[in-house]
């Protein structure tokens, strides 16, 4: 299957995509074909291009609305012939049209035990809310955010200690562990979204 990776930064998960596909033994039937960035200059592009992958900077403040961003990434994911789209820290919320036209192909990961703490400060709420225990999902996107149905999880414990950095490091290294594997499900047709948003496990 043909990938495509939308990313916002650092791009540990992109490094832990790329990194599985090209383990011949991971066996993950995933090419990464393209990956787009709606912010230039960010470390995740230079993954990309050191991996030889192609790199698409697409701006979403060079487009009127939300739809039209989407739009603009959708020609490039078509172009590329991508079958699955990863977000891996992506920072926009994606239109009803694009989540409806990807529908069943697109997953995220998420920084927290879903469905608990979604958002974009999972980790600081997580602190503030004394939470012993977090850790990193994996789901497919609907319209909702961070709603989907999931595909992996890993629990992280939390410690006293623990500030932001710390939890974060902690967490992403399950992330990178939990996305590999959530994609290779979807492209080996292990998993597959029901018509009711559930997943149906095949070939167990
Ligand atoms: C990860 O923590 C991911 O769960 C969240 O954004 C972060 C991206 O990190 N959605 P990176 O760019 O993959 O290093």
Redesign the pocket.
């Known amino acids: 299957k043909k990938v495509g990776v939308l990313?916002?930064?650092?791009?540990?998960?992109?490094?832990?995509l790329i990194d599985a596909s090209k383990n011949v033994t991971y066996q993950m039937g995933a090419e990464i074909v393209l990956v787009i960035s709606n912010k230039p200059g960010?470390?995740?592009l230079d993954r990309a291009h050191n991996a030889g992958i192609k790199t698409k900077v697409i701006k979403h403040v060079d487009y009127k609305d939300r739809e039209a961003f989407d739009k603009a990434m959708d020609t490039e994911l078509v172009q590329q012939g991508v079958d699955i789209i990863c977000?891996?820290?992506?920072?926009r919320i994606l239109s009803p049209w694009f989540v409806k036209k990807w529908r069943g192909a697109i997953i995220?990961?998420?920084?927290s035990l879903l469905p608990s703490f979604k958002g974009a400060n999972?980790h600081e709420e997580v602190l503030k809310y004394g939470a012993r225990v977090s850790g990193?999902t994996v789901h497919f996107v609907n319209e909702d955010i961070d709603s989907g149905a999931i595909i992996e999880q890993e629990a992280v414990p939390v410690m006293p200690t623990d500030t932001k950095v710390t939890l974060?490091e902690r967490?992403?290294k399950a992330?990178h562990k939990v996305f590999p594997k959530a994609l290779k499900l979807l492209a080996t047709n292990q998993i597959k979204l029901k018509d009711d948003n559930t997943i149906e496990w095949l070939n167990l």
């Open positions: 990313i916002s930064g650092s791009g540990t998960n992109l490094q832990a960010v470390k995740g977000l891996a820290g992506f920072m995220n990961i998420h920084p999972a990193c974060e967490i992403k992330e």
